[in-house]
Each structure stands twice: as C-alpha cells, then as structure tokens.
Nanobody
Framework: VQFVESGGGLVQPGGSLRLSCAVS????????MTWSRQAPGKKREVIASISSDSIKKEYVGSVTDRFTISRDNAKNTVYLQMNSLKPEDTAVYYC????????WGQGTQVTVSS
C-alpha cells in the first residue's frame, strides 16, 4: 500500500491550496478515504472523509465550509481543496483509508504565514 501526498507549500492567510494523494496497492474505488493533519506538537487528527462513491463527505468543525474533499476513482486519487487558509491550518497533511491503516505516506507540508 502506498500513499503519495503532494500540493503543499507556503501560502498567505486567506489563500488556497489543493492537495492530491495518489494511492496504490489496493482497490481504491472500494474504500472510503480520509485526510488527516498533524500540527507541530500535536497528535494527528482526521479532518475529512469521503465515501467510496463520493456521496458522503464529513469534516471536522474547524475546516467545515473551507475545505472540500473529493476523489477520482479512475485516477486512484483523493483531493483536498483548502480555501480561506488560516495560520492554525499549518500542519503536515496525510491521506489514508477509512478506517485508517497503519501505513502512512510522507505527507505534504502546508504552512500558512504572512
């Protein structure tokens, strides 16, 4: 199983980023997927999830109405569109299945700072 996250970077408050996660090693289209993040000194937390058919999407309160999770089963890829970014969104972002597996990718760093 392999998760390869990309799309992170440095952005000013109020800016946007789109993260991508390419997945391999299992039948992507049959699994729900998640995005998690880990800020410095904090535990990793799941912030968004999407069902295998994209019908059901869930978010934690801190990102609701700002972040959008989506997926393309033909490309084995899950996305996270992040708008109205805040400094508290600074973290390493990871994708995984739902429920999460023990394997994790390297993550992609998102830094929100002026």
């Amino acid at each position: 199983v392999q998760f390869v996250e990309s799309g992170g970077g440095l952005v000013q408050p109020g800016g946007s980023l789109r993260l991508s996660c390419a997945v391999s090693g299992f039948t992507f289209s049959t699994f729900a997927m998640t995005w998690s993040r880990q800020a410095p000194g904090k535990k990793r937390e799941v912030i968004a999830s999407i069902s295998s058919d994209s019908i059901k999407k869930e978010y934690v309160g801190s990102v609701t109405d700002r972040f959008t999770i989506s997926r393309d089963n033909a490309k084995n890829t899950v996305y996270l569109q992040m708008n109205s970014l805040k400094p508290e969104d600074t973290a390493v972002y990871y994708c995984n299945t739902s429920p999460v597996r023990s394997d994790w990718g390297q993550g992609t760093q998102v830094t929100v700072s002026s």
